[in-house]
């Protein structure tokens, strides 16, 4: 991680360029939900809440197997200027589908569906403030809540390990990392956002396994060298992420 | 408001029947948005923000005059059950519009839409929380998320007092009744109102005037006596209401 | 009634306050529904039919009961400018479902849905002509029909009367009623709805209990005073149809 | 029109093989349009109504050319069973848009485009009852209503003959012709239709010219003769359509 | 057909009067489908897919009958400047329904669909290339698809012949004739579909029985003689195109 | 790339690891678009054209810049079985809408934006026969259209090189890879695809740079070293896919 940065180099926030922002994960956020969870990464806000039916999809049906999937939103004035609400629009934009499907499949990584049983759990994770990495923080705090609607299940004895291995095994979470004037750098926020080379987004598992890497040059192409020093951040970052995830959720 | 209450009566809170439920005003929820507050009404909470846009539908113009308007929306999970997002069904359900249009129409009461100049003001009405009286909560907190977006732009010098009016006049807010088990009671939560005979809604402003009046009988009909224990206890409960917002306004 | 008149009040129409519009009911309009009504008040004319089916949605299935429930619209040169068709736009607009459900609603106040049976009973209210107060002439006009496809079902001797109570007990009718220039007054037509104050969409039943009760301050914000001049006009004009509808049906 | 009648051979409605149903035309049935007239064929009753607008299409801006459009609907309960509000449903199905492109080509065929000037003439036909022939009705009396919106903006001055010929050229009518248990027949009602093995629409001016001709084969495949004998019925039942057209506007 | 052809006159593409493009018809053009063909008039090429689904739409279920039926697509540079594509618009224009409910009809005339039994098979015709004339070749192309599929079912044994009649008993194709330029032409190009006074598709069977006929007066009004010729063109056109489809199939 | 692989190991169609499927770039295949390439991978074909208009959006009108978008479609049976046609659903669905905004944001990554002046180009990718890796033909065949419509452009002298570089700058080209029983493996067809561990799309420019690089673990998590082999792996492909690009464009 010994990218050397050049003189001057400052990032918008006097961040460090391996530094996360103060991250901060409250569960139990609103009370109907089985796991309800407020992310903060820095001034980037995500409510995850994890809501369990007893029902799953057709395609599903008598396979004796769950499911786990998310949907995703924005509140209209979560950002600098406001967006069109979607629901009065009349359709979800092609942003938030593909953020909604890297989430529950980022989060099924971890999940054993057969421990389930038929039962959907569905992670809406609703941005209350941005300020850049939502998907990132809605992952982190997603997975808590959907630990926490699990141990509800278990604890009511309706879910159970099998062959010794917990329903919910591993833990996942995500970061960004990207090229801002040339330095690699953790966990953008918005500023840095708009005005960077490359952009990519990691999912993790506490083993240290990618679970999803999906990398955009904004402006020039990056190199394999930059690509090695982003993964490595994100490594960095993840296991940070990880530690908070456990200390929040007190195991 | 000297209802005889008859013995062994009880509110599921055990409130007294002219009771409103704790309330409390949050401003400066969010940082974006030129008015943002997150209202609570017990366990019901509404975050509204107030955007402001420097242009009107086309039918307005070149006629000088500004616009308010609302949209509200509830988080999938913000109720016992989870409910379809509706930005994923395609579509806003009758009651959301219905909603929407109550809340858009009771704040325009309040503002000279000539002052605002060719300006819209937008208040989003999120529901993060819901325990009953969701439109009400977020007709009361709206109302303070557009005083706050109104005051920026006077003090940017963009819009100002006319005829020795300011822009918002008076104060609106507003507060569920109804009849539960026979009782006339103030502010319904949840229990209340999915067991009470009536329902009605009701927006006034400071000055003791009725702005909306939306009575629906659940079970058997209302009568004149009835509709008149509802309005007075609407009036005495908004009369606190405006007070609070006052409070939170430091005005 | 005594509201005093101030000299030289007039109404668009020359009516006097408390005066309703001709009003007209024609049964078996059309031929094929079970109930088809045309209402008539002054210029405002609404087709009702009532359209009996052998199920209920599936919130309903296997409880044994029915449902009642209304579906609005205006035919696009109904009003005094073509409006958009909404199947056309592909979407009800928010007035649209907003008044459907009201109807809906007040319609269900009278009927005795378990012994429907699992029926469902639609109730469309389309507008050919529109001169104010569309709401009120089809919740009056709708009535009828629903009584009429009753009636049918009664004499097929699918449906009976349960423990002595008629399956449409009591009747239903709505009026408008506003404050015009600062007069209280009856059955608003489109001159009037316009330019007037206050506005208000009453439904009662034939025992002169509230079923729905909506006043909106268009102008300026209507007193408790102002509020039971309104209340008292509705009463009487809807006990006049009630009448109406009772001679109609031949009862 | 000898075609050979089989002993026995008796129409539903006990009509001759080349008779129409009662045809009734009534101008200014609705007052708010330019032309509003209720057309019936029988059972079959279609309101048209023609409505002005001072603006043309994207496509057709700045060319001094007006356009004549035309939206079909059918009230849910029109016919026997109550079908889906396309409204509702969120989108206007196949037929309904087939036979509303029909109707727009049939009456443009009619109308000097350029003499209209920049306005959009749109025929609303809305079927208020069905017993078959809906588009045929619809086209014959929404060319009534037609005549007489071009009339109104002839009177006042707005639209102006071209070079001898008026606005409106000619007349069109429409009927339905079909071969019913082997025999071609006229204006074919319900339960014809259902039951027929060749179904066509045929739309002509007064000159006896096709303009549209829409023949479908419901069992076996028509051979020429058929077609013949089908295409002489409607040239026969036009010319009387044309009469009836022309004796409505006391021309 | 011996039109007398006025001195001087000529097809943009320099063809006789009665004759057709180049037709070609590829089998087997794409692997998964049951039947897929690319069939080829001159430019216009479309592709027919023949897909086997057992299943059937509710309104058919427990009836031992199957379905055909058909969708109509266009790439969006299949034409001279791009068309929107429908599916990022949201709906299917009408044109397009038309199309495919044309194309669905005239190829349910040569199937048994009692011999199917409980199977539905869809022609998926996506037009690749237009020069006029797509939807009669995707009748032609779809019946060599619908042939294939059914093939593939009778040699898995799925499906017989009844009472000794095949499953697809004729054979069905179209072709689209008009007048250009005061001459009844056969197969219209796009040049001269954009030109013509009269256009009108023809759908037949082997046996020269009419299947559909939709004849448009783009200009004049056409008379019975112009419909005389335009007939006697197709029944010739589709006579050879039934040879085509014959040749290609190898029976 | 010496990954060792494991005694017994085959893909199932037989290639080497490291082996791409037969690549065939046909262009001018469609005759009206300014670009139309036929591409294929193996069995999967994919229709790329490029459609030049001489409009922009609305948020860069007036900017003097050019825009490149990409629509992505698949003919309902290009795959095993039929899937719904979008158009038909009413919406695109989140795999589309995510492809095609890769493909868009890949290709702008070789455009002068500026040098395009106030143009759009659309490149629509339609699969017209699917095999896996649809959306890497898509991008290394759409970039062989946008090339022959920018010569369009170029030859017409309405676009001209800047600053000595030429409008399009470089090559882009796209290819899959992933870990498939345990190695890695290049170019992943539909068998490999179900069957993988690892999918990778990496899009590439011809200086070796990474443009987009998106990858999921669908079974375990993948590690770095699989991560470095698998873009080894796609740099070698991305060079070879790059000459054969030239090749066809005979550069």
């Known amino acids: 991680m010994a990218a050397v940065v050049p003189d001057g180099f400052a990032r918008p926030s006097g961040r460090a360029p391996d530094e996360l922002r103060p991250i901060r994960i409250q569960r139990h956020f609103t009370r109907h939900a089985e796991g309800s969870v407020l992310v903060s990464f820095g001034d980037t806000q995500v409510l995850c809440t994890a809501s369990v039916e007893n029902r799953v999809g057709g395609w599903l049906r008598g396979k004796g197997e769950g499911w786990v999937t998310a949907e995703y939103g924005m509140l209209p004035r979560a950002t600098h200027t406001r967006s069109d609400r979607e629901a009065a629009r009349g359709k979800q934009g092609g942003r938030t589908l593909e953020i909604q499907r890297l989430i529950g499949r980022s989060l099924r990584a971890c999940v054993d569906r057969k421990a389930l049983g038929e039962r959907t759990i569905t992670l809406d994770c609703d941005v209350i403030q941005a300020d850049g990495g939502t998907r990132t923080a809605a992952i982190t705090g997603a997975y808590v809540a959907l ?13 159970k390990a099998r062959a010794g291995r917990p329903p919910i095994f591993g833990a996942v979470a995500a970061v960004s990392v990207g090229i801002y004037r040339g330095v690699p750098v953790l966990d953008l926020d918005y500023a840095e956002d708009v005005d960077c080379d490359t952009d990519m987004n990691v999912v993790m598992n506490d083993g240290g396994g990618f679970i999803e890497l999906q990398g955009t040059a904004e402006g020039h192409a990056f190199r394999r060298e930059e690509l090695d020093a982003m993964t490595a951040l994100a490594e960095q970052g993840i296991a940070r992420l990880v530690e908070i995830q456990r200390e929040a959720l007190g195991s």
Chains 1, 2, 3, 4, 5, 6 share one sequence.
């Open 147 to 159: 630990v926490d609607a699990v141990d509800v299940l278990v604890r009511r004895g309706e879910v």
